[in-house]
């Protein structure tokens, strides 16, 4: 029996842009669902179980930025990677703290973009990277479940995407160890360029954010050089 292919949701509304991205992805043995519209790309989100989602930016009826925030309400781990030609960095920030996990600035090559989506079906299928062992990790008061995505303490659970999961095995691993940024960066993301760096500022904020039921978990920053993890 062939493998199941990896259905990805495609939202774009240049028709020639889509058909030409489409057309390409399906060569590598991608199931391609094409949407025009932020509306249209909700509404099949809802319906199909979907691997990843590669969602522009400038959209009509309804933009990119709040058709992640809606699929983030239904869907915490689905990979989502922006596509986008604004060069702000507070939109490609924005995107990130919607609970996006990458972005890709227009114009961007196939085998860039097959790269990026290769990374988290890879990982979301063998449960991943940076190190990861089978079994749950403690975090201070807390339960880490690398492969599942979750974290929870008591009664309380909060889901993770693949990037936040990723950042925190990264720390969680190196307890009291300063974490050169650099170090960081290229472990999570292969680079250490300056927007990557802002990425990175955004999942430590919300890994605070997770971790703030336990007082005695701390994630410094270390000036000038990166990060330390203690508790």
Known sequence: ??????????????????????????????????????????????KEHFDICLLDVML??????????????????VPILFLTARGLQEDKIKGLKLGADDYVTKPFSIEELRLRIDVFLRRSTVGTPVQAKPETDKVGKYSFDFQKLSLS???SK??????????????????????????????????????MGRSLDVFISRLRKYLSQDPDIRIDNIHGVGFRMRW
């Open 1 to 46: 029996m062939e493998p199941l292919k990896k259905k990805i949701l495609y939202v774009e509304d240049d028709p020639n842009l889509a058909f030409a991205t489409k057309d390409t992805l399906e060569q590598y043995e991608y199931d391609i669902v094409h949407a025009q519209d932020g509306v249209e790309a909700l509404e099949v989100f809802g």
């Open 158 to 195: 909060q889901s993770l995407t693949f990037r936040e999961a990723e950042v925190l095995k990264y720390l969680a691993d190196r307890p009291d160890q300063v974490i050169r940024r650099d170090d960081l960066l290229k472990a999570i993301w292969g680079d250490d360029d300056y927007f």
């Open 60 to 77: 009509p009826k309804m933009d990119g930025f709040t058709l992640a925030e809606n699929i983030r309400k239904s869907d915490s781990q």
């Open 153 to 155: 303490i008591g009664e």
